[in-house]
């Protein structure tokens, strides 16, 4: 016999099944500067330098380690240096409290950390004239990584990682439930705040869901920790209990802009 699951419990009691992207993870890399002869491409033609060497990766480097510590001093943003076992969220979750009580998007916190990241590294080759001539690969190298905490209006918490060392390989985290909620709060819907960073719309805002939502059909249902919750059309009603939890797929529409960025320009010689 077969087992009975969650989906054939709410078969037929559904009127809408709300699925969301939980934790979300946005890689970011610089596409031209994938491979060797990139690199010293862009070392020799961009830059302007006669020949690529990897002396030029901490001048850069050193220049964008600068520009973020102007960045959080200019806007009194605060400054964590995270130990190897901290939980950055929770190291965090002050700063995003604070941020979020302003009510406007902004940087909570710069958070700095040493991790290993895939980097571009360089051995000298010998040559039979002497010159220096350099060959380029990639390595896992301990490096620095900048954590650029933010609250914003619409998705709530995230941030946007970026690692100080040439390619400067980047990361962006954010949360689908955390946009819903953002969404009814906007809506004067209320829900209950889960652990696991999830949501529990109270039966009385149920009904009001696809306003919140606005590609949502008009019914609704939400199934999360504390069980789930449905409307078909009519008053709602608590439903079964079941695991799991559902929301609205989000895509987010918000530039980080004005974020420090390595300046991938020539640099002073």
Known sequence: MRAVTVNDVLDGHVALDIECLDRIYLNAYVPTLQT???????????LGFPFPSPALFKQLGDRFRRSVRAF????????????????????????LARQAATGRSGVAA??????????????????????????????DRRVTCY???????????????????????????????????RQ????????????????????????????????????????GDGGATSCGGGACQPGLRAGGSHGPVANSRRSASSLPTPHLAAVDR
Request: a positive charge; hydrophobic letters at 40%.
């Open 110 to 139: 710069v958070g700095v950390a040493q991790e290993f990241q895939r980097v571009w590294t360089a051995y000298q080759r010998q040559t039979q004239t002497g010159a220096a001539q350099f060959s380029f690969t990639k390595a």
């Open 72 to 95: 959080a001093d200019t806007g009194d943003i605060p400054w964590v240096t995270f130990d190897k076992h901290d939980n950055k969220l929770e190291v965090m979750r002050p700063h």
């Open 36 to 46: 060797s002869a990139q690199v010293a491409a862009f070392l020799t033609r961009h």
């Open 147 to 181: 954590y650029f905490y933010l609250w914003d209006a619409d998705f709530g918490p995230a941030f946007v990682k970026v690692c100080a060392y040439f390619p400067y390989p980047a990361k962006i985290w954010l949360n689908g439930h955390e946009w819903v909620k």
């Open 184 to 223: 009814a709060t906007g809506a004067g819907i209320g829900f209950a705040e889960l652990s696991n960073g999830s949501y529990s719309p109270r039966v009385e805002g149920c009904c009001r869901w696809s306003a919140a939502t606005p590609k949502g059909p008009r019914d609704c249902a939400y199934q």
